[in-house]
């Protein structure tokens, strides 16, 4: 059979990818090892922070900017909410890394935001009792996105369009042919294309084993907790006053905060994953573990520090400055690579989505990706 185009890996960047490429009126065909919207890979967990005070480098704003179009877009196309903006707090001490890099970012491409100090925070966020010298960037253009049912509404979109998507169908490997095409192998067949794109997520290292990419897959733990106290004490559920939030009381050290839920609230450590593989990935959260959690929500949010409801396991794919790898592959042309998103990829799946459908249709991006080029490593 023959495609237009491949996308292998259905998944947050995948499932855009292919709704971009549809969308051009290529004929595409969509691999996924697991089911639509699965929790076995890294865009599952019910939320996932959206915001444009970049910390992570201010090259990545421009992105931002048509990411949160495209997030707009998408909501129209499938009649669904699918961002909710609470705002976002970046808190720590004044000369940190975290509240440093997302003012000089903000600054550079002037975008709105405001300082507040510790008295300030509480005052106005009133699960927050950061110590003496703590300061927050306040921005109100920020929030969180839902993966599953934006993953849904992609993979939904693209079928609408005439894409033709293949679950439960692993790839297990790929070659590009004498005429330049490329093909690949399933459990069930083989497909050809002109083009092929990869978004493999945390199987990045497998399925692009040639590419010799230095990624990391390490496993990261979501928890919820409800509150201690009454919801309305905190503010919880109320649109403002309880934003998502992330938080490096020291250098090094970064734990983060959604409240996407009106009686509870997810948090988790950016830091200190195992290394480990899709086939294995520990998805048992020890009591430890959720420890370890409350131990500094008692520190720094103590009214939230509850009862424990959840916990789920997720996987980060780094690179070594944490930057992407998105690009068409250095040996084939005709191939287009996304992967190391490095735990804060998901507010871009509609432009990666975009940029991907770029590099596969016209070899090239208008879109500033140079910050991505596998050439760095
Ligand atoms: C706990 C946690 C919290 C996060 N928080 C945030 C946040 O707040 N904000 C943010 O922006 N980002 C966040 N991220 C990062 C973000 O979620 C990821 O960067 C993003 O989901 C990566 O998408 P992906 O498409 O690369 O991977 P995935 O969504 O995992 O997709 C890859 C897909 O490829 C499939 N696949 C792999 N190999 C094969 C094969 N051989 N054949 C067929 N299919 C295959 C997999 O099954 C999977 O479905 C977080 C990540 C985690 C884990």
Redesign the pocket.
């Known amino acids: 059979m023959s495609y237009d185009a491949i996308v ?7 499932s855009a990818a292919a709704y971009h490429l549809v969308s051009r009126g290529l004929n595409v065909l969509g ?4 089911g639509p919207a ?1 929790d ?4 599952h ?1 019910e939320s ?3 915001r444009q005070a970049y910390f992570e480098g201010e090259g990545y704003v421009p992105l931002l900017l048509r990411a949160y179009e495209l997030w707009a877009e998408l909501e129209r196309e499938s009649g669904e909410k699918l961002v909710h903006l609470t705002g976002a707090l970046m808190l720590g001490p004044g000369g940190s890394d975290l509240v440093q890099g997302s003012v000089e970012s903000a600054k550079r491409h002037d975008l709105p935001y405001e300082m507040l100090d510790a008295a300030g925070i509480s005052a106005r966020f009133p699960a927050f009792e950061p110590p003496a010298g703590t300061v927050a960037l306040h921005e109100k253009n920020a929030g969180y996105v839902l ?1 599953e049912a934006s993953v849904r509404a992609h993979l939904d979109l693209a079928t609408r369009h005439g894409a033709d998507l293949h679950f439960g169908e ?2 297990l490997d790929w070659e590009t042919t004498p005429a330049g095409s490329v093909r690949i192998r399933t459990q069930r067949n083989v497909y050809e294309a002109e083009r092929l794109v990869v ?5 990045a290292p ?2 692009l084993s040639g590419l010799g990419l230095p990624l990391r897959v390490e496993r ?1 733990v ?1 928890h919820w907790f409800e509150p201690g106290v009454a919801a309305s004490r905190i503010g919880l559920g109320e649109a403002r006053r309880f934003p998502v939030f992330v938080w490096s009381p020291e250098e090094g050290e970064v734990f ?1 905060g959604i409240p996407d839920s009106t009686d509870a609230v997810k948090v ?1 450590f950016h830091y200190l994953g195992e290394e480990c593989s ?1 086939d294995t990935l520990d998805r048992k959260v020890g009591p430890g573990e959720v420890e370890a959690v409350r131990e500094t929500l008692s520190r720094y949010m103590p009214k939230l520090s509850g009862r424990h409801v959840a916990s789920k396991v ?4 780094n690179t070594p400055d944490l930057d992407f790898v998105v690009s068409l592959h250095p040996g084939h042309p005709q191939v287009a690579v ?2 190391g ?1 490095s ?6 799946c509609p432009v990666i989505g975009e940029v991907l459908a770029d590099l596969a249709t016209a070899g090239r991006t208008d879109h500033p990706t140079d910050l991505f080029s596998p050439a760095r490593f």
């Open positions: 292998l890996g259905l998944g947050g960047m995948g691999l996924e090892r697991f699965h076995l890979g890294s865009s967990g996932r922070i959206i993966p692993p790839a978004t493999a997520g945390a199987g497998e399925v990261r979501m983060y988790a899709p997720c996987m980060y794919t996304a992967a998103f735990g804060h990829g998901y507010k871009f």
